[in-house]
């Protein structure tokens, strides 16, 4: 099952950078828990920071993987043209809009060869027999979901736990299917009532995420039955985490809205509003990936215009402090929250 932390704070897997090594012995000595990204990376890419995190603390860490999709039937035509436009203003050249499966099957035989204490999937389910075949080699399994439908799935196939994903989160959503139609791919819950629906509809644990940066935050999901609370957008700024330059500025200024986009990826996915993602996103495809590497070379080159500047909805709350504060604070926080209520209900 998922390890017994001193401070039930979880730091989520961001891909495309944010995660890194340090950012996960940063958490993980503070007493809480840590998943490096695999998304995006080479396998040799992850091998190495698998590596490097092993080197930096000793306590157990996590994986996630991206479960590929079907390959997209849009056409991509109208959107590569609205994309190159952009990329002429800022020098890019745009991508190949491919798809392709992010290495899947060998970065599994990674994390399967190097018995990665816990291993999570996002964006769909891993197949049966290759739960089972990480259960063998002692990992934990968790599975991101979104609805109690997806959770009454992930249930199915035998994973361990379930990671709860609110509307509020940042970065891209965890549903399996995308509809293309609604902002968010689908029916979008907040974080508590997607937690209370999905433990009404499974009996595993469970942990929550979405919009939290506090230990209020973190009360709250336990409170309504969550064994643990992960966080991505109150990491984003700190010194340990591989955020672009241009991000962490944007961030600490707090005034753009995030909302929910297909504009850079073609996969839903919440972020601060620019240029890029008010003009784009009424016309982009369900394409992912095919989508996200079409718009990868003018992401990259720093624009904040036209970047994909990932974050939740209560990114203004975050800070900018060392990790392992950031883990102390939230406990602190949390043990405060409790007290409160056990005061103010006559318990204390």
Known sequence: MFPTLAVPVIAAPMAGGPSTPELVAAVTGAGGFGFLAAGYLTVEQLAEKVRRTGELTGAPFGVNLFVPGPRPAADLSSYVR???AF?????AVPGDPRWDDDNYAAKLELVLALRVPVVSFTFGLPDVDDVQRLKA?????????????EARQAQQIGAD???VQGSDAGGHRGTFVDDGVSPGGGELYGTLAALRLVRSATSLPVIATGGLVSGADVAAVLAAGAVAAQLGTAFLRCPEAGTAAAQREALADGGRRTALTRAFSGRPARGLANRFLVENSPHAPAAYPNVHHLTKPVRATGEVEVMSLWAGTTYP??????????????GAELA???NSLAERFGRG
Do not use: D, F, K, N
């Open 336 to 338: 405060e929250a409790a």
């Open 137 to 149: 080699a002692g990992s934990t399994v968790v599975v991101t979901v979104t609805t109690p439908g």
């Open 87 to 91: 990329a002429q203003e800022v020098g």
């Open 161 to 163: 736990v379930l990671c």
């Open 82 to 84: 609205r994309v190159t």
């Open 317 to 330: 709350l975050a800070t900018g402090e060392p990790a392992a504060e950031i883990v102390r604070r939230i």
